[in-house]
């Protein structure tokens, strides 16, 4: 990290007192019980890469903390609270590591939720100020986290002044073909409202004037093919660039130009444009600051609906695409894995499909997972029913995937909400961080809806963090591994199996080799175990996920002969150890194996 005057340096004695006190913990590792999630406490240095790929915590700001008192979330409040997030010393395990944060809107906006945005370059009145931001962003940087900030290009405010000069100009009766202000968005004279596009708005006052508005009609579409648009779209990712934004998170990717014939082709293309611009403004911006980057500006959209084959395409554009697949379905992916709805060694498998799919349309691809988001029911209560164990499964399974991770405030220590009610159901999945802990700026606006209380059964911040059992504790271990292991993030996956003596192979020849037997084999043995390694530069390391309740035996000789135990999770508590050759793992825990590190003198 570049936050040296911010970082505690060890001194050169306590290093060494450390490393004779911990030598390479390999096997004794496993015996250490110090709370049920015990890992080892890792106090070597460690350098994490400058680049893109990072864990991101995804930011409510009118949710997350109060800072002036006034009930709302602001940016005040964040800033008072990044000690939590990341403090500055990777050698710390009281803060939860993190070094990205996704903001959600902050624009000048008439929605709580400030998809629609009034102006691109201001702070909405109670989130702050322009001041307040840049604070933010010096306090970020002393931190090592980069700030990404959602983007909503598809759709302005209809607040907006460039629509309110579209309806002037409407209710003047001129051609929307040639008006510049209507030739912004989408506007049709028509006698009826057009067949295309998915939701067109009649302009009050006008007979015969639509607009295209697909989310809502306080949303109207802007068209991204308009020459002023795109200029100020660039205007706009350069002012953001400047003031310390590091990327983009991209809103509703496939609606951008849903008003053409042929919308994909052109989607492609707009979104193509997109990326080569923020990668050019980026390098402007960022060149000399962090040399050596693939890429300058590295943004993820949300490609929501659509199949993986959608979601890949997008990737062919230069952004990431966020992993709908693997996160908001039940019986597959990462849920699905853990409530026993697909075996486990399918998870590795599509994951590999994915990244291979990905790198394929962009050799500097980074993959992006997630559990859940401000737009899906919260995992803790919907995928798992509260269950800790279920919580602390799947959030090793997303976070040790190769990639980036998003976690979603609120996910870490277990929230629930549900999409409930007619009446602005988001709002459910979208309740104050529950702090429990006055002094942390607890948001108090919009009571949400009424079984409020029951979202929130495991417990607040506060009775979390320094219950060594809890679900936040169990979040900080596995993102110190992230952290740590640089091959986690950057790796290339490759899934594993067991053949029948249980040694650890290539998934593709063990199942080359034994056919539909395998699946018989597995689920006689051992169902319950995704196994893979991350290879990045030279290195490569193994992850061993045992999901089921009974222990795990496997067999490492061979291809890993010689790894050792570097990284240990315990999702109720047990035992990892090797045995020899054998690496033994109690139900419920999750095994990080490496190369024992050179000894240097
Ligand atoms: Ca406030
Ligand atoms: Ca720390
Ligand atoms: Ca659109």
Redesign the pocket.
Known sequence: MKNNKFKKIFSAATALALAAAMPLCAVACGGKEAGENATPTNTDKYTIPQDYARTYYEVFVRSFS?????????L??LINNLDYLNDGDDSTTTDLGINGIWLMPIHPSPSYHKYDVKDYYDIDP?YGTLSDFKELIEECEKRGIWVQMDLVLNHTSNQHEWFKAAVASAKAGRDPETDSAMSKYVFVKSDTQPSYGKKWQKVSGTDDYWYLCNFDSSMPDLNLDNEEVREEILTIVKFWLQKGVRSFRLDAVPWACNYSANYNEQNGEFWTWFSENCDRLGREVYGNKTPDLPVYCYNVGEVWGGSQDDINSFFGTGMSCFNYELAANYNRGFSGTVNGKQLAYRLADMQAENQAAALAKDPDAILSNFLSCHDNNRSGSNHFGFDVAKIKQAAALYMLSPGNAYIYYGEEIGAGGDKYGDNDPDSNIRLPFNWGDKSKGIVTVDPPQANYKEKQKLGTWKSQTTDANSVLTFYRQTIKLRNRFPEIARGIITPLALDGNGKIGEQSEILTASGQQYLDYVNAVNKNVSVYSLTYKDSTILIVHNLGTDEAVLDISDAFAGYEVQGELKTRGGKVGLDGSLLKMSGGTVALLAKPAPVTA
């Open positions: 109060d800072g002036n008192g006034d009930g709302i979330g602001d005040r409040g109670q």
